[in-house]
């Protein structure tokens, strides 16, 4: 097996392009140290996005950015587009997909989470989950193509489906979801279609429990729920679903016809948190110390959403504002080790939460600078201002602004494109 690294400057292997992982890279620029940054994707997406490329209101570039580029200006870093499949930690090496292996003095291992279906992998086809950009450029092709299926079926039958978009998980991503559909439908769609009227289709969040955005106050929720229904979206708390077929959802007894389901009620660990050999909690994700090292290993580090960390026996939330700080802070420890300092435990700055609901309806918990809770139109400018000053690239930040200028001032959508199959699951099989 050949072997990639050959350096007498100590080793950095970063594993995964995430927001922990560049984090830590771009905070090790000045360290005499060779970082190689490995992720089997090209580019750095910013996941809180993904859902308006789902519902093609930003286009898959507006929200990634390769990261060779983000990277280039750092002469200690190399990027290499690969896959870890395994680990050998008595000698320190990562090994690869491509057969290579990579030495390291410090490693860390970021790969975040993907999508689970609770036992029911075989529903992943009918109702896809929302955690890349492959993700969102495949729910953006069954969501429009549902409207141009049915507005040829209405040409030739003069009927068409029932437009129902059922969304299962009433957490961040399954509201925000359900509200764009929900927009798209009534805003930016209501005058494209001659035999059909898009704002007629049906919008449905189911969660199993008693109310959505259960982690934000019981007020946000509330208010959450209100301004969704506001905009059509029918939500349906207590309720679990116990099967789904292509084109339609079972609840219990009940049959719901669905054009097109959406997945956003669990994740799990990458599976390479497993790999490591080290206790993991019932998602995955690996049980750390509060300086993100397993047991023993205080060379690993273990960051974002793949890290089971606690701090005053509150789990830190697999989301993207503390998996940045923990790649500032893993490059903190590694910049400690370098000078011979000691270490220090990971403490995580919580500025709040916040969940978009639709055009100018959003919910915000601040933390920082000062303490509120916001509905409707305020929170909703927080959070397009928040999400804007954090995407990497003035690039993306002016463009991403001025598209958002376009659509929510014009009704105009954006990347609203079709392709690859125009197949939509169970849509034959429904045809009345």
């Known amino acids: 097996m050949a072997n990639a690294t050959k350096s007498a400057r100590k080793r950095v292997v970063i594993i995964g392009g995430g927001f922990?992982?560049?984090?830590?890279?771009?905070?090790?620029?000045?360290?005499?140290?060779?970082?190689?940054?490995?992720?089997?994707?090209?580019?750095?997406?910013?996941?809180?996005?993904?859902?308006?490329?789902?519902?093609?209101?930003?286009?898959?570039?507006?929200?990634?950015?390769?990261?060779?580029?983000?990277?280039?200006?750092?002469?200690?870093?190399?990027?290499?587009?690969?896959?870890?499949?395994?680990?050998?930690?008595?000698?320190?090496?990562?090994?690869?997909g491509s057969g290579n292996s990579l030495e390291y003095d410090w490693l860390l291992v970021a790969t975040g989470v993907t999508h689970s279906y609770f036992g029911h992998d075989e529903w992943a086809e009918i109702a896809p989950g929302l955690k890349s950009i492959e993700d969102a450029v495949e729910i953006r092709r069954r969501v429009l193509l549902a409207f141009e299926l049915a507005e040829r079926e209405a040409l030739e039958t003069?009927?068409?489906?029932?437009?129902?978009?059922?969304?299962?998980?009433?957490?961040?991503?399954?509201?925000?979801?359900?509200?764009?559909?929900?927009?798209?439908?009534?805003?930016y769609m209501k005058n494209n279609f001659h035999y059909i009227d898009p704002s007629r289709a049906r919008v449905m969040l189911i969660e199993g429990l008693p109310?959505?955005?259960?982690?934000?106050?019981?007020?946000?929720?509330?208010?959450?729920?209100?301004?969704?229904?506001?905009?059509?979206?029918?939500?349906?708390?207590?309720?679990?679903?116990?099967?789904?077929?292509?084109?339609?959802?079972y609840v219990g007894e009940k049959t719901i016809p669905s054009v097109v389901t959406l997945w956003a009620a669990g994740v799990k660990a990458s599976p390479l948190g497993r790999l490591l050999g080290f206790p993991t909690d019932k998602n995955g994700c690996v049980i750390v110390d509060p300086r993100m090292n397993p047991p023993g290993h205080p060379e690993i580090f273990v960051c974002g959403d793949l890290a089971h960390i606690e701090i005053n026996g509150r789990v830190i939330p697999p989301v993207a504002q503390p998996a940045m700080q923990m790649g500032d802070h893993a490059a903190k420890l590694i910049k400690a080790d370098i000078a011979g300092k000691s270490r220090s435990d990971f403490s995580y700055f919580d500025k709040g939460d916040m969940a978009t609901i639709g055009r100018k309806a959003a919910v915000a918990r601040i933390v920082w600078p000062f303490k509120a809770n916001w509905s409707g139109a305020p929170a909703w400018l927080v959070w397009l201002t928040v999400h804007v000053f954090f995407l990497i690239g003035f690039r993306n930040r002016l463009i991403v602004f001025l598209e958002w200028l376009w659509t929510?001032?014009?009704?105009?959508?954006?990347?609203?494109?079709?392709?690859?199959?125009?197949?939509?699951p169970g849509w034959n099989e429904r045809k009345e």
């Open 20 to 96: 922990a992982g560049i984090h830590a890279a771009l905070a090790l620029a000045e360290q005499p140290v060779e970082i190689t940054l490995v992720d089997r994707s090209n580019h750095h997406t910013f996941q809180p996005l993904l859902y308006q490329v789902a519902l093609a209101v930003l286009s898959p570039g507006d929200i990634a950015q390769p990261i060779r580029s983000i990277l280039s200006s750092q002469p200690n870093a190399r990027v290499l587009m690969d896959e870890a499949t395994g680990f050998d930690l008595e000698a320190r090496k990562v090994i690869l």
């Open 158 to 187: 003069g009927n068409h489906p029932e437009l129902n978009f059922v969304v299962i998980g009433g957490g961040p991503t399954g509201v925000e979801l359900a509200g764009a559909i929900s927009d798209t439908a009534r805003l």
């Open 211 to 249: 109310r959505i955005l259960n982690a934000y106050p019981e007020d946000l929720s509330a208010s959450a729920k209100a301004q969704l229904e506001k905009i059509g979206v029918e939500v349906h708390v207590n309720t679990m679903v116990t099967g789904m077929a292509p084109g339609y959802v």
């Open 408 to 424: 929510y001032s014009r009704f105009k959508g954006g990347s609203r494109l079709i392709t690859g199959s125009q197949e939509l």
